[in-house]
C-alpha cells in the first residue's frame, strides 16, 4: 500500500508531447473517476498544468507494476496517444519518491522557474476539485494538505519565493529584452481573465509605461487590483483589427485551438515594425509560423529555458534551505501513514493484550507482548524497537 505518482513534465516531455496531455477540467474529473472504479486503486487527483500533467494515486495493492499500468492505460486513452509514441516520456514515482515528488512540486522546487508562485494554487484546485468529485479519501487528503502546508512554511521562512518570477513574469520580461523597453509600446494581451493572463496583465500595469489592449468576450468586465481605467477593452472577434498596430502579443487562453492563426495574422500585419509574440498556452495559442515574418520575435513556453535557469541559479541557496523544511513534513506524513495503515494490526494487538491481561493479570500480558515481538523480529527490527522505547 502507498502512494504512486505518474508524471509528464517538462522535466523530459517537449512541448508537442505536454499538448497531448494538456485536459480539460471534464477530461480530468473522467479520468479520476475512471481510476477509483479499480479495487487497487481507490484514491486519485490529477493535476494539469501548462508545464505538467501528473496523476496521484493511493493504492492498496502491493503491485505497483498493476497500478501504473491502469495509470498509464487511463493517460494514454484520455490524450488519444500509444504507449508506442509517448510511453518514454512518462516519469513513475512510488512510496517516499512520490511524497518527496509532491512536496516539491507544491513548493515550486521542481518547476521550470524554481520558487514560481502559480503551482502551489494549482495543486489546492486539483486537490478540491478530487474532493468535489469524491475520489479522495483520508490518505491523499491529508497528503496535499501536508504538502500545502509544507509549501506554505517555506514561503514564509525562505527567500525562494519572495521575488517570484514565473513564466508570466518571464513573458514581461523577453518582450523587455527584444525591444528595450515597453515604454509607450502597444501591447495585447489575450486571455486576461485566465490566471496566466491576469499576472501578465497585471504585471504590465504595474510598469506603467505601455498602452494595453486586453480581449474580451461578450463584454466580460475584467478588473485588477491595478483598477481598469489603464487598459482598453476590445471584443475578441475584432483582435486581427488592432494587431498592426501591436508591438507585443501576449496570449494565454486554455483555448484548444490557435487564438491567433498564421494567415490571418500576415494579412493583417501590413506595417513594417518590430513585434514580438509570446505564446503561454498549452495546447499552443499562436502559430509559430508567425517568426517567419521579417521583424518578428515568437517565443512559446519551451522558449523560457535560458532566463530560468539564470533565476534557478540565484535561488539554489534558498532552494537548500527549502528542501530542509520539506524533509521535516514529508517524515511526519510517512509517520503518520505508517501509523494509519497500522491501525487494524495496532486494535488486534490491544485486543490481544486486553484478553491475556483480564485472564492472568496485566505483567503477564507486558511478558506475553514483548515475547511476542522478540519472536517474530529479526535482531536490527529489535534494536530500533526498544530504542524508541527507551526515548
Given at each position: 500500500?502507498?502512494?504512486?505518482?505518474?508524471?509528464?513534465?517538462?522535466?523530459?516531455?517537449?512541448?508537442?508531447?505536454?499538448?497531448?496531455?494538456?485536459?480539460?477540467?471534464?477530461?480530468?474529473?473522467?479520468?479520476?473517476?475512471?481510476?477509483?472504479?479499480?479495487?487497487?486503486?481507490?484514491?486519485?487527483?490529477?493535476?494539469?498544468?501548462?508545464?505538467?500533467?501528473?496523476?496521484?494515486?493511493?493504492?492498496?495493492?502491493?503491485?505497483?507494476?498493476?497500478?501504473?499500468?491502469?495509470?498509464?492505460?487511463?493517460?494514454?486513452?484520455?490524450?488519444?496517444?500509444?504507449?508506442?509514441?509517448?510511453?518514454?516520456?512518462?516519469?513513475?514515482?512510488?512510496?517516499?519518491?512520490?511524497?518527496?515528488?509532491?512536496?516539491?512540486?507544491?513548493?515550486?522546487?521542481?518547476?521550470?522557474?524554481?520558487?514560481?508562485?502559480?503551482?502551489?494554487?494549482?495543486?489546492?484546485?486539483?486537490?478540491?476539485?478530487a474532493r468535489s468529485l469524491g475520489t479522495t479519501g483520508v490518505y491523499?487528503?491529508?497528503?496535499?494538505?501536508?504538502?500545502?502546508?509544507?509549501?506554505?512554511?517555506?514561503?514564509?521562512?525562505?527567500?525562494?519565493?519572495?521575488?517570484?518570477?514565473?513564466?508570466?513574469?518571464?513573458?514581461?520580461?523577453?518582450?523587455?529584452?527584444?525591444?528595450?523597453?515597453?515604454?509607450?509600446?502597444?501591447?495585447?494581451?489575450?486571455?486576461?481573465?485566465?490566471?496566466?493572463?491576469?499576472?501578465?496583465?497585471?504585471?504590465?500595469?504595474?510598469?506603467?509605461?505601455?498602452?494595453?489592449?486586453?480581449?474580451?468576450?461578450?463584454?466580460?468586465?475584467?478588473?485588477?487590483?491595478?483598477?481598469?481605467?489603464?487598459?482598453?477593452?476590445?471584443?475578441?472577434?475584432?483582435?486581427?483589427?488592432?494587431?498592426?498596430?501591436?508591438?507585443?502579443?501576449?496570449?494565454?487562453?486554455?483555448?484548444p485551438h490557435y487564438t491567433l492563426s498564421y494567415i490571418k495574422m500576415?494579412?493583417?500585419?501590413?506595417?513594417?515594425?518590430?513585434?514580438?509574440?509570446?505564446?503561454?498556452?498549452?495546447?499552443?495559442?499562436?502559430?509559430?509560423?508567425?517568426?517567419?515574418?521579417?521583424?518578428?520575435?515568437?517565443?512559446?513556453?519551451?522558449?523560457?529555458?535560458?532566463?530560468?535557469?539564470?533565476?534557478?541559479?540565484?535561488?539554489?541557496?534558498?532552494?537548500?534551505?527549502?528542501?530542509?523544511?520539506?524533509?521535516?513534513?514529508?517524515?511526519?506524513?510517512?509517520?503518520?501513514?505508517?501509523?494509519?495503515?497500522?491501525?487494524?494490526?495496532?486494535?488486534?494487538?490491544?485486543?490481544?493484550?486486553?484478553?491475556?491481561?483480564?485472564?492472568?493479570?496485566?505483567?503477564?500480558?507486558?511478558?506475553?507482548?514483548?515475547?511476542?515481538?522478540?519472536?517474530?523480529?529479526?535482531?536490527?527490527?529489535?534494536?530500533?524497537?526498544?530504542?524508541?522505547?527507551?526515548?
Amino acid at each position: 500500500m502507498s502512494i504512486q505518482v505518474i508524471s509528464v513534465s517538462h522535466k523530459n516531455a517537449p512541448l508537442r508531447i505536454r499538448e497531448l496531455f494538456a485536459f480539460t477540467e471534464d477530461q480530468q474529473k473522467h479520468m479520476m473517476e475512471a481510476v477509483t472504479q479499480h479495487i487497487e486503486t481507490p484514491e486519485c487527483v490529477v493535476l494539469s498544468t501548462c508545464n505538467r500533467t501528473e496523476m496521484y494515486v493511493y493504492a492498496d495493492s502491493d503491485r505497483s507494476s498493476r497500478v501504473f499500468g491502469i495509470m498509464e492505460d487511463i493517460l494514454l486513452k484520455e490524450a488519444g496517444a500509444s504507449d508506442e509514441d509517448v510511453g518514454d516520456y512518462f516519469l513513475f514515482y512510488n512510496g517516499r519518491r512520490a511524497i518527496d515528488h509532491l512536496f516539491s512540486v507544491a513548493t515550486g522546487l521542481d518547476s521550470m522557474v524554481v520558487g514560481e508562485d502559480q503551482i502551489l494554487g494549482q495543486v489546492k484546485t486539483a486537490h478540491k476539485m478530487a474532493r468535489s468529485l469524491g475520489t479522495t479519501g483520508v490518505y491523499l487528503n491529508t497528503f496535499f494538505r501536508d504538502a500545502v502546508t509544507a509549501a506554505k512554511k517555506v514561503k514564509t521562512k525562505t527567500d525562494l519565493s519572495k521575488t517570484s518570477v514565473s513564466t508570466a513574469t518571464l513573458a514581461v520580461k523577453i518582450a523587455e529584452e527584444e525591444l528595450g523597453s515597453l515604454k509607450d509600446k502597444k501591447v495585447m494581451i489575450i486571455g486576461a481573465t485566465g490566471r496566466i493572463g491576469g499576472i501578465v496583465l497585471m504585471n504590465i500595469q504595474s510598469l506603467g509605461q505601455a498602452e494595453i489592449y486586453v480581449t474580451t468576450r461578450n463584454n466580460k468586465i475584467i478588473r485588477t487590483k491595478h483598477g481598469d481605467s489603464d487598459f482598453i477593452t476590445i471584443d475578441y472577434d475584432d483582435r486581427y483589427d488592432y494587431l498592426d498596430d501591436m508591438d507585443v502579443v501576449i496570449s494565454a487562453t486554455a483555448s484548444p485551438h490557435y487564438t491567433l492563426s498564421y494567415i490571418k495574422m500576415k494579412n493583417a500585419m501590413v506595417t513594417p515594425r518590430k513585434r514580438v509574440f509570446v505564446d503561454l498556452a498549452v495546447p499552443m495559442d499562436i502559430d509559430a509560423r508567425i517568426q517567419n515574418l521579417e521583424g518578428t520575435s515568437y517565443y512559446n513556453i519551451d522558449d523560457f529555458t535560458r532566463i530560468a535557469e539564470e533565476n534557478n541559479t540565484k535561488k539554489k541557496m534558498e532552494a537548500r534551505a527549502a528542501y530542509g523544511i520539506l524533509e521535516e513534513y514529508e517524515l511526519q506524513f510517512e509517520q503518520w501513514m505508517v501509523f494509519q495503515q497500522s491501525l487494524p494490526i495496532m486494535r488486534k494487538a490491544r485486543d490481544n493484550f486486553m484478553k491475556v491481561a483480564e485472564e492472568k493479570g496485566e505483567q503477564k500480558a507486558f511478558d506475553h507482548l514483548f515475547f511476542w515481538v522478540r519472536e517474530n523480529n529479526n535482531p536490527d527490527d529489535l534494536e530500533v524497537f526498544f530504542r524508541c522505547l527507551n526515548h
